[in-house]
């Protein structure tokens, strides 16, 4: 094989003839010629050297496992989309990273003494108000919702406890919640 003068070779020229023989030389040829490109492109996204220089050789291990299932047809264009990419989900990676630290470090964190307060009146209120609805139920409703809801049982533990058919408990406890709601939402 010659490879002098490859160095003069188009991109399309290198990228046929690795297609052709499978010789990892030509591709190394071409990312010679947009290594430091790429690297400064994966800086510019990433805004930190190691980051980038890690990114720069994923990028080439993903060119050499990827060119040949896709029709390059301009292979300047084809791998600064590459890059871009690659960079573009690494940046979604560590903001995912990130919201989980954020929500962790929110969730874990104990509430104050105020904030404490004002969680327990919220929900004492919330229990008093779903209370009274539940009192403005009918019977059958009531009784349905608070077995299925409040003590987990199943519909058929329900038919059994209340001598209601099981079309019957699906009915009651369907519309009791949708009543449920209706006199919550004029609570407020």
């Known amino acids: 094989m010659n490879y002098k003068n490859s160095q003069e070779l188009t991109d399309e020229t290198l990228l046929q003839r690795f297609k052709a023989d499978g010789n990892s030389h030509w591709i190394g040829i071409l990312f010679d010629r947009y290594a430091i490109l790429l690297l400064g492109m994966c800086m510019k996204y990433l805004k930190n050297e190691e980051d980038a220089r890690d990114s720069v050789q994923q990028i080439f291990l993903?060119?050499?496992?990827?060119i040949n299932k896709h029709?390059?047809?301009?292979?300047?264009?084809?791998?600064?989309?590459?890059t871009r990419n690659h960079c573009l989900m690494q940046l979604r990676q560590k903001q995912q990273v990130r919201q989980e630290e954020v929500n962790e470090t929110l969730l874990g964190a104990p509430a104050g003494p105020e904030e404490d307060k004002n969680t327990f009146?919220?929900?004492?209120?919330?229990l008093e108000n779903m209370q009274e609805a539940l009192e403005q139920l009918n019977e059958e409703q009531r009784s349905c919702v608070k077995?299925?809801?409040?003590q987990k049982m199943s519909y058929q533990d329900i038919v059994?406890?209340?001598?209601?058919?099981?079309?019957?408990?699906?009915?009651?406890?369907?519309?009791?919640?949708?009543?449920?709601?209706?006199?919550?939402?004029k609570q407020g």
Do not use: C
């Not at 029709?71 to 590459?82: D, G, K, L, P």
């Not at 009146?121 to 919330?126: A, I, N, S």
């Not at 059994?160 to 009543?179: E, M």
């Open 147 to 150: 077995l299925f809801y409040l």
């Open 121 to 126: 009146v919220e929900k004492d209120k919330m």
């Open 160 to 185: 059994t406890a209340t001598g209601y058919n099981l079309q019957q408990v699906k009915s009651y406890i369907q519309n009791g919640k949708r009543n449920l709601k209706l006199i919550l939402s």
């Open 62 to 66: 993903k060119v050499l496992a990827d």
């Open 71 to 82: 029709e390059v047809q301009f292979f300047r264009a084809w791998i600064y989309q590459v």
